[in-house]
């Protein structure tokens, strides 16, 4: 199956060509009936399985699922449609947003906004770990430093309301929480496949975009410097990346957040009741 499916694939590559429409309408045809042969559950798993483990096929895959792949609002399940590994979905998808092309990178985001938002009913019955990966693919995009990535992930964190108050309101209740867990675990728990600097890199870029920059660094802030503190106690060959990274971060922190947070610790640390504390910090 996997190799029927990666025989057929190269006819959906040349958008650009001539002779394009006419060629992908035969490749889509042979595909459908395939799919409908064997179950598109079975079939969608083969094309998870293509984007995992064949590079070079990803940009085709994209190029059939976003004609293929159907537009779902929030509360639909697409496991009706895909099957029920969700996890290998998930997968599929995280291995092109890590993808160093940078047109499979913007189909990989094209299809979330699409069919895969984080709001949606497959993205919160996937497993937590499932989650975390699928978040630390997406928001690692923001270091390729490219516009046309970063609105696209923004919209995808933010929603697809243009009013910065709602947009706030559903970072907060749909996105906020998976953020804050993905980039401190990896702040306090460096995967051996990144810099150490990473996600201190992430949250940096972040905070371009005032509408997410300010919600994370009232929740993350602490943390991340605290991390940094336990990487420079405890040096390693990229010392030195992580200690320009956090000057980086202290500039670009709002002091009185990074300020409000040190104080709301302290208090806490000599009440014992963190949850009860709020320090005010007035804006300078």
């Known amino acids: 199956m996997k190799s029927f499916i990666l025989a057929l694939l190269p006819g959906l590559e040349e958008e650009t060509s001539e002779f394009f429409d006419k060629i992908s309408s035969q490749v889509l045809n042979l595909l459908d009936r395939l799919s409908g042969t064997v179950s598109p559950s079975f079939f969608f798993q083969n ?12 940009g085709t895959s994209l190029n059939y699922l976003a004609r293929r792949l159907p537009r779902l609002n929030a509360d639909e399940d697409i496991t009706e449609v895909v099957g029920k590994d969700i996890g ?13 092309n940078l047109l499979v990178r913007r189909g990989a985001l094209d299809l979330l906004l699409q069919s895969l ?15 975390v990966i ?12 490219d516009l046309s990535l970063n609105r ?31 980039l401190k675990s990896e702040m306090f728990a460096p995967s051996g ?68 947070q040190l104080l709301t610790v302290t208090f806490s640390e000599i009440t014992g009741d963190r949850n009860d504390i709020e320090v005010r910090v007035p804006k300078v």
């Open 193 to 260: 496949e990144y810099s150490e600097s990473r996600p201190f890199k992430i949250f940096i870029s972040l905070l371009d975009k005032w509408e997410i920059g300010a919600a994370i660094s009232q929740v993350l802030v602490y943390d991340a410097f605290k991390a940094i503190k336990n990487l420079i106690d405890h040096p390693s060959d990229g010392g030195e990346d992580v200690t320009m990274t956090a000057s980086t971060l202290y500039e670009a922190i709002e002091p009185h957040i990074l300020w409000k």
């Open 88 to 100: 290998l979905m998930i997968r599929a998808f995280a291995a092109a947003l890590e993808d160093e």
């Open 152 to 182: 696209r992930l923004y919209t995808w964190l933010l929603g697809s309301d243009e009013k910065s108050e709602h947009q706030i309101e559903y970072l907060k209740t749909h996105v906020l929480d998976l953020v804050y867990s993905t």
């Open 47 to 58: 094309i998870w399985l293509v984007m995992l483990t064949t590079p070079i096929a990803r």
């Open 117 to 131: 938002r984080v709001d949606s009913t497959a993205v919160r019955k996937a497993q937590v770990e499932d989650r």
């Open 134 to 145: 699928l978040m630390r693919a997406a928001t690692g995009v923001v270091l390729r430093r």
